[in-house]
């Protein structure tokens, strides 16, 4: 299987479709793995499957606060019968960052708009993911 590393905002319709499918309660802290890249720097991704790829979702506070209004905003249009306000809830996206652990300033996340992305998998036979069949 095809590994890809992908920003938000750079998402087809499609797969922001299936984002919503595969996370319909929103992305928490759980769904967030930490992954090095090949020059062995720390990057932060949720994962969305298809069933031609697996895409990594680069995650920051900013790709973060993207994700959680979309998530919102298709939950909200395409629940009969909801208003889509549940309260105080927040789907685990607010306030994760609260507890003085993980800084913006102090992430290992580059932001560069999607601009590098690149191919989990470059080709450097370093990798031994047991995900390629």
């Not at 319709?13 to 928490?28: A, C, S, V």
């Not at 609260?98 to 102090?106: H, I, P, Q, R, T």
Request: aromatic share 4%; net charge negative.
């Amino acid at each position: 299987m095809q590994r890809l590393i992908r920003s938000f905002n750079t998402l087809t319709d499609q797969l922001k479709e299936t984002l919503q499918e595969q996370y319909p309660d929103g992305i928490d802290t759980t769904h967030i793995k930490t992954i090095p890249t090949a020059k062995g720097e720390m990057l932060r991704v949720i994962e969305l499957r298809t069933p031609e790829a697996m895409y990594l979702i680069k995650i920051n506070s900013e790709s973060r606060a993207e994700i959680d209004e979309f998530l919102d905003q298709d939950e909200s249009s395409g629940s009969a019968g909801d208003d889509g306000d549940d309260g105080d809830e927040d789907n685990g996206l607010e306030g994760t960052d609260d507890a003085g652990s993980d800084d913006s300033a102090n992430d290992d996340v580059d932001d560069d708009g999607g601009a590098d992305d690149d191919d989990a998998d470059d080709g450097g036979g370093d990798d031994d993911d047991e995900d390629e069949e």
